[in-house]
């Protein structure tokens, strides 16, 4: 069977990562999967076995998605949009998917309207239309008026045959960030979330009994770390160790606080996800990977979800997830070093999440979802 998934990534990497976790998923089954990205290249990204198509790449500025930059931080023109336009509709005629498949639009991307529905339309127009599918994750921006779900809607209706949800709905339905009718409901197909395979414990128990900070490097983590040092003064009995991102410099930075004794501050670790399972509580924002990691895990969590300008996403997914034992949310309004403690105090002492209750094959489940429909139309 021949894949076809098309994804723009505008802020982060994480929409194109699980579009090739979803790929490679396809690859492993033997399809052959070709992905167009229409983001700025990650080449830390592992697209083994996965055809890349790189369309000329956009960015957004920051957080207005609505005001997009070419590769070198200028102004997008009519020239830039009708190339990967093109490139979009040569790569359906020289693909010819069995199935087609599009990341996060219409739910989200509107302002890449016009070259989705001329994929869209173009798909439609051939001999044997492919199956078309939506893929999101389990939290979008919610619409800001009624016309923008509707017009969405419309867009599910007239061209696609099913929606994948990457998430359990026993946790994060569609409709804790979208207004979903019942039209919407039976195009809806839950296929739990898409994650690597857990990661087991660490073979060395290492970050047994710590407290784990884990918050990027950016800018918007800075308030944490530096809340999470001050915290530990309020717990010497515990040991916290700093994951910090961005690089020697951001490190640098962090390592220079007045941290007491009982913290260790380290760069991001590749065995990170293997320390969760020992440790006592992790402290962190609340995208869409960090969950998944501790939901594995299993481990006690102070969650404190971006929500920088009008982003919503973060804090729809913790607060969805909070309703699970050991799991507390800080708003960053609230966060203090004396509420910090206390907040972990609390995730530590409830009772102990069933780490096997929520469905984490995503990616197979997708993969079985989409071959049953291209089968049924064989």
């Known amino acids: 069977m021949k894949v076809m998934i098309v994804v723009t990534h505008l802020l982060g990497t994480g929409h194109l990562s699980r579009a090739l976790t979803l790929a490679r998923a396809f690859a492993a089954a033997g399809d052959e999967v070709t992905?167009?990205?229409?983001?700025?290249?990650?080449?830390?990204?592992?697209?083994?076995?996965?055809?890349?198509?790189q369309l000329p790449p956009l960015r957004s500025d920051g957080t207005n998605f609505t005001r997009l930059l070419n590769d070198t931080g200028g102004e997008t023109n009519v020239e830039l949009f009708g190339q990967r336009r093109q490139v979009l509709l040569n790569t359906l005629s020289e693909v010819g998917p069995d199935v087609l498949m599009t990341e996060l639009f219409p739910f989200g991307r509107r302002v890449l309207s016009d070259e989705f529905l001329a994929l869209l339309d173009a798909a439609h127009a051939r001999p044997r239309r492919p199956v078309v599918l939506c893929s999101i994750r389990d939290i979008l921006a919610p619409p800001s008026k009624p016309a923008k779900a509707d017009r969405a809607e419309a867009i599910i209706a007239r061209y696609y045959d099913a929606?994948?949800?990457?998430?359990?709905?026993?946790?994060?339905?569609?409709?804790?960030?979208?207004?979903v009718s019942d039209a919407l409901e039976a195009r809806l197909r839950y296929t739990g979330y898409v994650a690597p395979p857990a990661a087991g414990p660490h073979p060395?128990?290492?970050?047994?009994?710590?407290?784990?900070v884990s918050a990027g490097g950016?800018?918007?983590?800075?308030?944490?770390f530096h809340?999470?040092?001050?915290?530990?003064?309020l717990t010497p009995e515990r040991r916290w160790r700093l994951l910090v991102g961005g690089g020697p410099q951001r490190l640098a930075e962090i390592r220079a606080l007045a941290a007491p004794d009982n913290v260790i501050i380290d760069p991001p670790r590749p065995d990170f996800r293997q320390m969760l399972h020992h440790a006592a509580a992790l402290v962190g924002m609340c995208g869409y990977n960090t969950a998944l990691d501790l939901l594995q895990a299993g481990t006690p969590a102070v969650l404190i979800p971006f929500d920088d300008g009008n982003e919503v996403e973060q804090t729809l997914r913790a607060r969805a997830l909070a309703t699970q034992p050991g799991i507390e949310v800080l708003r960053n309004a609230e966060l203090s070093p004396e509420r910090l403690a206390r907040a972990v105090a609390r995730a530590m002492a409830a009772p102990r999440?069933?780490?096997t209750a929520?469905?984490?094959?995503?990616?197979?489940?997708?993969?079985?979802?989409?071959?049953?429909m291209a089968g049924a139309r064989a």
């Open 35 to 53: 992905v167009v990205s229409g983001g700025m290249p990650a080449p830390q990204l592992g697209a083994q076995g996965v055809r890349l198509v």
């Open 353 to 355: 999440r069933d780490a």
């Open 218 to 224: 950016g800018a918007v983590g800075l308030p944490i």
């Open 204 to 212: 060395a128990r290492v970050g047994e009994g710590e407290i784990m």
């Open 163 to 179: 929606v994948l949800v990457h998430s359990d709905p026993r946790t994060t339905p569609l409709s804790v960030s979208w207004p």
């Open 227 to 233: 809340a999470a040092c001050q915290a530990a003064a």
């Open 358 to 372: 929520l469905a984490f094959d995503g990616a197979a489940r997708s993969v079985a979802i989409a071959h049953q």
